[in-house]
């Protein structure tokens, strides 16, 4: 019997097309997974743009040059909910912040905020354990997710560059991944929502801080996953979002955002337990109110639990 190889991916809602996509999430995400399987993840990535760290509000001059390196430990988890496979994962980052604002240079670093995920499959991608998984062909899904971002990170009204957004967040997501030969054809579709930040820092020395709101996001991002063999995949991802005007001090700044961003994925998986992907994003249109730059990351996963070794042994044990 041919064992598949689990091209695990976890969606990076910290980093992964942040700036241009309104938190893209990855390729293959809501595709099914077994249960019990965990996941520990290292990311190391590096942004260039002229928006805040989150991407969601573009900074007033499109001279300003802000150059960032993130990275992330996440943990996540699959299990049985209802009957359908359901999935939990927490993120914990750390920020870097290098920037040229009109001449001058300013730095800061600390963690970020904490982003707590929680979705389950809808349609399709039944509950199963390892072994079985193994065995089933692939099918459509369709799912949801809810991803929370808290106000834990490093953030300072005195500071003009900050690793935490001082405000609570959320993203509700659908999906559909669907199977066609080789290929997976992935729509996602995305709202976020924000708290107030009443503490904004002034970018006029000695004016006080800000309060900001911020009305939505609406979001749709589409991969084209090319599976060359069961353990190397390749893809082609776009992501587009619009809205998110702010308001300061309660006046609307009319700096609502359409933003299209494009870039490519790929993971390799060496085992069972191991997985490598990069990833990489570019803004390729958007109106005048919409971040520029690129973003890079790198990211190493370890998979572990859900009877992997037991279940390979038997395998191999029969052959």
Known sequence: MKIKTLTFSICSLFFSSKAFAQQATEAKIYQNYPLGMNMLQLSYGRQSTNSTIDGDITLPNKDIDINATIMYLRYATFFNLFNKTAGIQVVLPYVDI???FFGTKANNSGLGDMIFVIGSNIIGGKPMA?????QTPKETVFAWSLATTAPTGSFSSEKLLNPSGNRWQFKPELAVSIPVSKFDLEV??????????????STVLGQPASSVSQKPFYSLTFHSVYNINDKFWVSFDAAGRTGGETKKNGIAQNDSQTVLGLGGSMNYSPSVHHKIGVSFITNAAGDENSPNGSIYALKYSYVFGGGIDKTLQ???DKN
Not at 130 to 134: K, T
Request: aromatic share 20%; no cysteine; proline share 4%.
């Open 98 to 100: 290098n920037a040229n």
């Open 130 to 134: 390892f072994g079985e998984y193994l």
């Open 188 to 201: 996602y579709a995305a709202a976020k929502f924000f708290t107030t930040n009443n503490k904004l820092p």
């Open 314 to 316: 038997e395998l191999q």
